[in-house]
């Protein structure tokens, strides 16, 4: 974690980065105390580092730079460095206005350029409906994964709205299995967040946002939360809602016993990194 990190182009050094951090990336981005030393501190770096192996990747690349450059991308959109995210809307606008239809994009970073695209406030909108169109016609179950999994990057406002309605609206196009699973990852994100929750306690008693459903979205959560003013917050939600989801219950003390277990990781450990992060910042 030095000032040389920006330097580092070996995969190795990276991939064990990534791992030790795995928490930090994780954590860091929903608590406001955190978020932006934290990406202060490791945005210069990556980008430093996308620099030296180059930010785009060649048609038909292959090697350690490929696997090291999804890493440093995918840390990168998900930091909001403006220079992936145009990346992947450039990638994603010669694929939509494409004669041929073919997919420009790596395979190797679709996931990342579908998610940079579709979060990236200039190529929204586009995206969003050029994915929920290929989502909802998409036979095959790897690609209506992936496409799925593109909608579940959405932070605009007006999308991220939409994408509730339909969750719980039959015979909207989203299929029953991937209903969780879209909601889930609409909340992983800390700007998503609460608006998710908000959603999910409000909208309880639809037949289709069961209990279940509720508590895989509270599961999920439980990955991202560490700050304690939030978990009370999320603890409100589910005492509202105490006789709706007793069958569940176990399994909401077992979340919340995670975000606290978390927020104890932010008090032992999580809050010197960030002092830490913060005299370094140069």
Not at 180 to 207: E, V
Request: proline fraction near 4%; include cysteine.
């Amino acid at each position: 974690l030095t000032k040389y990190l920006g330097q580092e182009t070996t995969l190795s050094a990276w991939t064990l980065l990534n791992r030790h951090l795995s928490k930090a990336f994780t954590t860091f981005p929903g608590i406001s105390s955190a978020a932006s030393t934290f990406k202060n501190y490791m945005l210069p770096k990556i980008e430093n580092a996308l620099k030296l192996i180059g930010l785009e990747q060649a048609a038909g690349a292959k090697g350690t730079d490929v696997i090291l450059r999804g890493i440093l991308l995918d840390r990168a959109c998900a930091l909001e460095h403006t220079g992936c995210l145009n990346y992947a809307s450039s990638l994603f606008k010669s694929w939509k206005d494409s004669s041929d239809g073919i997919n420009p994009i790596p395979t190797d970073i679709q996931g990342i350029m579908y998610c940079g695209a579709i979060s990236n406030p200039s190529s929204a909108s586009e995206a969003f409906q050029f994915f929920y169109d290929n989502y909802k016609r998409e036979a095959d179950p790897t690609l209506k994964a992936k496409y799925l999994s593109a909608l579940g990057c959405a932070k605009e406002g007006s999308i991220v709205d939409a994408l509730y309605l339909d969750a719980i609206t039959p015979e909207s196009g989203i299929a029953d299995p991937d209903r969780s699973r879209l909601l889930r990852m609409l909340a992983s994100h800390p700007s998503g967040r609460r608006a998710t929750l908000a959603f999910i306690n409000n909208n309880l008693g639809n037949k289709l946002l069961t209990p279940d459903l509720y508590a895989s979205v509270m599961d999920t959560v439980s990955f991202y939360v560490a700050h304690q003013e939030e978990i009370d917050q999320i603890q409100l939600g589910i005492d509202s809602n105490s006789d709706a989801l007793s069958q569940v219950q176990p399994n909401l003390n077992d979340s919340i016993l995670w975000m606290k277990r978390n927020a104890d990781w932010m008090s032992a450990e999580g809050n010197a990194m960030i002092l830490w992060f913060n005299e370094n910042l140069s």
